[in-house]
């Protein structure tokens, strides 16, 4: 069982996401049970839309707050591969969030009733803010409209139809799909793994 931990305010939430980033699509001998998933809430920080994709960014920002997933379980070697999958337009940095008792409304928080304080690290972005839109990213819409593409199905459609388009093809998952830079990398990774031989437990990282 891994020791690391970290909080999820995205893709992530969706465990489809986060097992097929750190698994593979098809699996893994290690232990899913150990990767357990607690709703939290981090305050002082905003989750907004990135321009023309299906995910979010989060930045420091009084007064805001953002609910998400606590998960623990997590080894070296998950947070390797979330470290490429989340990419270059994100850090990840140390944090402290609420657990919740009680999950309330999502949109307002109400109903909220918030247990035990706790440091974790979170996926902060570091990328442009001018790439970031003034509008929360909807977690339910993308289970609903696009989680089918990011857990390895067809999605209903592509990116996000707001009235608004790129004046670019623009791949609304950053390259985390299909042919994208990301996947790729993360395939290969998965297939380091799956070659491991003779090891009682997952290593830190595989070699590159």
Not at 103 to 108: N, S, Y
């Amino acid at each position: 069982m891994g020791t690391r931990t970290a909080f999820f305010y995205g893709t992530l939430m969706a465990q489809e996401v986060l097992y097929n980033v750190i698994f593979g699509p098809t699996g893994s001998r290690y232990n899913i049970q150990n990767v357990k998933p607690t709703p939290a809430i981090l305050h002082n920080h905003k989750r907004s839309r990135v321009k023309y994709c299906d995910y979010p960014g989060v930045i420091p920002q009084e007064g805001h707050s953002v609910r998400g997933t606590y998960v623990t379980g997590l080894t070296d070697g998950d947070i390797y591969r979330l470290d490429m999958f989340e990419g270059p337009q994100y850090s990840l940095r140390t944090v402290r969030v609420r657990l919740l008792k009680t999950e309330g409304d999502e949109v307002t928080g109400e109903g909220n009733v918030e247990g035990d304080e706790v440091e974790t690290q979170t996926y902060i972005w570091i990328d442009s803010l001018a790439k970031l839109e003034d509008k929360e990213w909807d977690y339910a819409a993308f289970r609903k409209e696009k989680l089918a593409l990011w857990s390895g199905g067809e999605p209903e459609q592509q990116g996000w139809d707001d009235g608004e388009k790129p004046e670019e093809s623009v791949d609304a998952t950053g390259g985390r799909f299909g042919n994208g830079q990301i996947a790729q990398d993360l395939s290969k990774e998965h297939e380091k793994l799956k070659q491991q031989e003779g090891n009682a437990g997952e290593p830190l990282k595989s070699a590159v």
